[in-house]
């Protein structure tokens, strides 16, 4: 029997349908697994594939794609990798293949970055969540992706794709939010936050003392995979762990003033935007959270996080 998607459900539940037997999985692969309340947790940091070996069930997943680099000279944050989750249901034996995107690189020389590439599970249809979007430089513009990335001092933000990926029916859910938006106008002022799962990236408060913009929110899995045991993504707003895909932070002009982005907070492992002439900081691997802008005077910006795919079924 076909596997059937349905992205917005969480749980794994039993179906009704007459096919193959539903009892536990029996299946291999990945960088690590785990088992926590009575599911096995498959973890991909790198590419590869999961084995089902026995039986039929329901694989319940979190894909989050690479993010973008920072912008330079002033530069917006990256936008994070798309994020999405959901359950493919009566899936049997075989292999099947796991992609994930690595994160984009960073802006230099007043040059934009480099956007974040695709993870994605083929069950065998692809599910994709899409690269993030590369923050903006002064001059050039920021990139769409899963998430869009920040704009620089000037303006020139990018807009999330808001793909909602390649399941079907397809969820109903945008994988990420657009960049913050900048000044109109040039001047000695930051770059804006590139945008996250949760919401868009905030926009460079404006005045050369003011700094960059943060970047947007983080998101967390499902509580399925949140084994306070096996700790993966960042702490994030609310307990619990598991948080990724953040918007990286704008960088500044000044020297105290870089956006927002990092392992605490809502941002899930998100670059810091630079403050003065210092280079953004890079996103945590494996978080799908966008590069910091770097600072003034063509400083670089910081590499976006790779992401990572995590599978979880009954046993």
């Known amino acids: 029997m076909a596997p059937i998607f349905t992205g917005s459900k969480f749980g794994f539940g039993r179906s009704a349908a007459a096919g193959p037997s539903l009892s536990g999985l029996t299946a291999t692969g990945g960088n690590a697994t785990y088992i926590y309340n009575g599911k096995k947790v498959h973890v991909f940091t790198s590419p590869g594939s999961l084995q089902i070996t026995a039986n039929s069930g329901n694989v319940e ?3 989050v794609g690479g993010a973008g680099g920072g912008g330079s000279n002033h530069g917006g944050g990256g936008g994070a990798g798309g994020f999405i989750t959901g359950t493919v249901t009566n899936i049997g034996p075989g292999t099947y293949p796991v992609t994930i995107g ?12 480099s956007n974040g590439s695709p993870s994605a599970v083929s069950f065998p249809s692809s599910l994709t969540a899409y690269g993030g979007g590369a923050g903006s430089s002064d001059p050039g513009a920021a990139y769409p992706g899963g998430s869009g990335g920040g704009g620089h001092r000037q303006g020139g933000a990018g807009t999330g794709d808001r793909q909602t990926g390649t399941s079907t029916p397809a969820s109903p859910s945008p994988q990420g939010n657009p960049g913050g938006t900048s000044s109109p106008s040039s001047g000695s002022i930051g770059g804006s936050g590139g945008g996250g799962k949760n919401s868009a990236g905030r926009s460079n408060p404006g005045g050369a003392t003011a700094g960059g913009g943060d970047g947007g ?5 499902p509580a399925t995979f949140r084994d ?30 870089g956006g927002g982005g990092g392992p605490g907070g809502p941002y899930g492992g998100a670059g810091n935007g630079a403050p003065g002439s210092n280079t953004g900081s890079a996103a945590s691997s494996n978080s799908g959270s966008g590069g910091g802008g770097g600072g003034f005077n063509n400083a670089s910006g910081g590499a976006g996080g790779s992401g990572i795919v995590l599978l979880a079924y009954q046993i």
């Open 61 to 63: 997943y979190v894909i």
């Open 228 to 257: 306070p045991t096996n700790p993966y993504g960042y702490p994030g707003s609310t307990p619990g762990g598991f948080w990724f895909a953040g918007g990286g932070g704008g960088g500044s002009y000044n020297a105290t003033g």
């Open 217 to 221: 929110d983080a998101a967390q899995a």
């Open 102 to 113: 690595p994160g984009g690189s960073g802006g230099s020389g007043g040059n934009v970055g």
